[in-house]
């Protein structure tokens, strides 16, 4: 199950490669990105691999969940075919140094705000830790998940001005029973602090079906999820955006607006989460 670094070389020419990189602490989401590949791809490599570069000081780097044996368990269970953990100095040669000599990727113009105005050098990390785990597992299909948007958009712009030769598929975001999306730093959360992180979801679904009754101004619709999200969160940003753009759009097209989602950012007592909603869903 597990694959080396060696051994990577010798499945690119087996069929159709997928590649799902994660950073570990697997859960249904990351399984649903899995089973999507393992559905459309000859064979399926799952990487787990806790980039530090994208991470910021005073972040939970030290505290992120790792949980190998687990993470192959559920990797297996989902139908992948390897497990790829590489150790930080192979994806890092230069390692203390977390730079790959020769590489000095843009994370471009989608970075600028949101996440990467808030976290400096998050994206940064992000496309370098990406495109070199592309290089070493050479895939034809690389499966995100839309829970993540803003990263999502970076690497797609990414592949699309490098032009690399792998499509990116973009997954749903899957949510436990209480609206919540499934992220690794749930596990962060105690009861009450949960209780208080299902008014996310429900304030974006605020803002849905506002908007499906006929609410096109976004002022409007902010205000309106405003009141929902639990007045302990301490909101980073709750904007809505265009999907290529990222910027913030004013009036929504009434009816069906295939373009725009809500983003939001914030912070349930000292856990960072992040989630998202189309308003076409
Ligand atoms: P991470 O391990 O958090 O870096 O996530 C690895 C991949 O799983 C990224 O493409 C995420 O967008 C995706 N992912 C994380 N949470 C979810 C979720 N709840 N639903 C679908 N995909 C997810």
Same mark, same amino acid.
């Given at each position: 199950?597990?694959?080396?670094?060696?051994?990577l070389a010798?499945?690119?020419?087996?069929?159709?490669?997928?590649?799902?990189?994660?950073? !570990?602490?697997?859960?249904?989401?990351?399984a649903s990105?899995?089973?999507?590949?393992?559905?459309? $791809?000859?064979?399926t490599?799952?990487?787990v691999?806790?980039?530090?570069?994208?991470?910021?000081?005073?972040?939970?780097?030290?505290?992120y969940?790792? #949980?190998l *044996?687990?993470?192959?368990?559920?990797?297996?269970?989902?139908?992948?075919?390897?497990?790829?953990?590489? #150790?930080?100095?192979?994806?890092?040669?230069?390692?203390?140094a977390?730079?790959?000599? !020769?590489?000095?990727?843009?994370?471009g113009l989608?970075?600028?705000?949101? *996440?990467?105005?808030?976290?400096?050098?998050?994206?940064?990390?992000?496309?370098a830790?990406?495109?070199?785990?592309f290089?070493?597992v050479?895939p034809?299909?690389?499966?995100?998940?839309?829970?993540?948007?803003?990263?999502?958009?970076?690497?797609?712009?990414?592949?699309?001005? %490098?032009q690399?030769?792998?499509?990116?598929?973009? $997954?749903?975001?899957?949510?436990?029973a209480?609206?919540i999306?499934?992220?690794?730093?749930?596990?962060?959360?105690?009861? *009450?602090?949960?209780?208080?992180?299902?008014?996310?979801?429900?304030?974006?679904?605020?803002?849905?079906?506002a908007?499906?009754e !006929?609410?096109t !101004?976004?002022?409007k619709?902010?205000?309106?999820?405003q009141?929902?999200?639990?007045?302990?969160?301490?909101?980073?940003?709750?904007?809505?955006?265009?999907? %290529?753009?990222l910027e913030?759009?004013?009036?929504?097209?009434?009816g $069906?607006?295939?373009?725009?989602?809500?983003?939001?950012?914030?912070?349930v007592a000292?856990?960072?989460?992040?989630?998202?909603l189309?308003?076409n869903?």
């Amino acid at each position: 199950m597990l694959i080396s670094t060696d051994e990577l070389a010798g499945i690119t020419d087996i069929g159709t490669l997928g590649f799902v990189p994660t950073m !570990g602490a697997l859960h249904a989401g990351h399984a649903s990105l899995i089973k999507v590949s393992v559905r459309q $791809c000859d064979v399926t490599v799952v990487s787990v691999f806790v980039n530090p570069a994208q991470f910021g000081e005073g972040e939970d780097l030290d505290r992120y969940p790792r #949980t190998l *044996e687990a993470d192959i368990s559920i990797a297996k269970e989902a139908g992948a075919d390897y497990v790829y953990a590489p #150790t930080i100095e192979e994806v890092y040669p230069h390692y203390p140094a977390l730079s790959l000599a !020769g590489e000095e990727l843009e994370p471009g113009l989608l970075a600028r705000n949101w *996440e990467g105005k808030l976290r400096p050098g998050h994206f940064e990390g992000v496309v370098a830790v990406v495109k070199r785990l592309f290089d070493l597992v050479q895939p034809d299909y690389a499966y995100f998940g839309e829970k993540d948007f803003q990263q999502l958009r970076v690497l797609e712009d990414m592949v699309a001005r %490098l032009q690399l030769p792998v499509e990116i598929r973009p $997954c749903f975001t899957m949510r436990d029973a209480d609206g919540i999306a499934l992220s690794s730093r749930n596990r962060y959360l105690s009861a *009450e602090e949960r209780e208080q992180a299902r008014s996310i979801p429900t304030a974006l679904m605020a803002m849905r079906d506002a908007f499906k009754e !006929g609410e096109t !101004g976004t002022n409007k619709l902010l205000n309106l999820a405003q009141d929902v999200l639990d007045e302990s969160i301490q909101l980073d940003y709750l904007a809505i955006v265009d999907e %290529l753009t990222l910027e913030p759009i004013e009036r929504l097209t009434e009816g $069906c607006d295939r373009q725009a989602r809500a983003i939001f950012a914030g912070r349930v007592a000292s856990t960072r989460l992040i989630d998202n909603l189309p308003f076409n869903s």
